[in-house]
């Protein structure tokens, strides 16, 4: 029921912007995401075909971008900060976006004439974050505000604003040309796409990511780490733990906001839910505002007609 509830979310993003949900054909072992306009060429329906991934997995992000970045990035993506990459290579930074799950795999954006339009997968529950949570501008020649995406990738030629370099509550990776092509040692056979450049990390929170509260990071890294553990083991590992602190989430925003339990009763439940941790609280409330319209008023509307058996008491 709740992976119902959260798929959901995407069918009324699509209904909002009355956009049809996506065909997809296979060609040539390629999946393409197919316009509803029944033109022949692939430049005039806005077609985007994206070939071998770059980035193979998390696992192989973490080696890439090494442990202390990689735990700087997810931090930032769990807690809703802005995730900014920053490079020429487009299938590059899609490839990123299509491992740290923003979108399921096989769906494709489109590109239009100014900013790329977002194609919704039609089986997105697996993904880290909770769909809701997820707004994303895949490529841009300008910067774009965080309130309009919390994953944004840009052109070299993009100028990032300096308070958004400062602060504290984005990060940003910056693909360059290394200036050796075998800066980044491979790991695997195809790895050469990788091995022409290097990844710089920065933000305006350094240190944030020393902190041990954001629980569900550390059990991110401890599965990541564990060589014992196959990538698919992994990826489970991920939907349980999304599974778990969305529950969290939920018991959260009905305690607080359909109940309206006093502050004391709700540190109490946060203890209860061992998220008492500042961090963990935050990205309590960053996940809360990803639950549905459906499901806030469907509490909202049990509070308002309660049952018959209530009544009764």
């Known amino acids: 029921a709740d992976l119902e509830e959260e798929c959901a979310v995407w069918e009324s993003h699509e209904e909002e912007e009355g956009r049809p949900r996506p065909q997809t054909e296979v060609l040539e072992g390629r999946e393409l995401s197919k316009c509803h306009t029944e ?3 692939l430049s005039d329906c806005g077609w985007s075909i994206r070939r071998t991934a770059v980035f193979r997995s998390l696992r192989h992000m973490r080696q890439v971008l090494g442990a202390s970045a990689f735990r700087m990035l997810a931090w930032h993506i769990l807690m809703g900060n802005q995730v900014i990459w920053k490079g020429q290579d487009r299938e ?7 491992v740290l799950q923003v979108r399921a795999p096989g769906i494709y954006y489109k590109w239009g004439t100014s900013n790329p339009t977002l194609t919704f997968p ?3 529950c697996q993904a880290m974050l909770p769909v809701g949570c ?28 300096p308070h958004v370099q400062s602060s504290e509550f984005a990060v940003m990776i910056e693909v360059r ?9 491979v790991l695997f056979v195809d790895d050469e796409p990788l091995s022409k450049y290097e990844f710089v990390l920065t933000s305006g929170s350094p240190v944030a990511t020393d902190r041990v509260g954001l629980t569900i990071l550390n059990k991110i890294e401890a599965a990541l780490s564990n060589e014992n553990l196959s990538m698919d083991v992994v990826e489970q ?10 529950n969290k989430v939920k018991v959260l925003f009905k305690f607080t ?20 941790e500042e961090d963990n609280i935050k990205l309590l409330k960053f996940w809360m505002t990803g639950l549905s319209k459906t499901y806030k008023s469907h509490l909202m509307s049990s509070v308002r007609s309660p049952t018959s058996s209530e009544c009764r008491n």
Do not use: H
């Open 134 to 161: 997820v707004r994303v501008i895949p490529y841009s020649e300008k910067y774009e505000d965080a309130y309009r995406c919390n994953f944004l990738g840009l052109s070299p030629q993009a100028e990032i604003p």
């Open 177 to 185: 040309t290394a200036p050796r092509s075998n800066l980044y040692p």
């Open 122 to 124: 039609s089986s997105p």
């Open 237 to 246: 590992c991920l939907v349980c733990l999304k599974e778990e602190w969305m």
């Open 92 to 98: 590059l930074i899609q490839s990123a976006f299509d």
């Open 257 to 276: 906001k359909v109940d309206s339990r006093p502050k004391e009763d709700t540190q109490k439940l946060l203890g209860i839910l061992g998220a008492s």
């Open 39 to 41: 033109s022949s060429a």
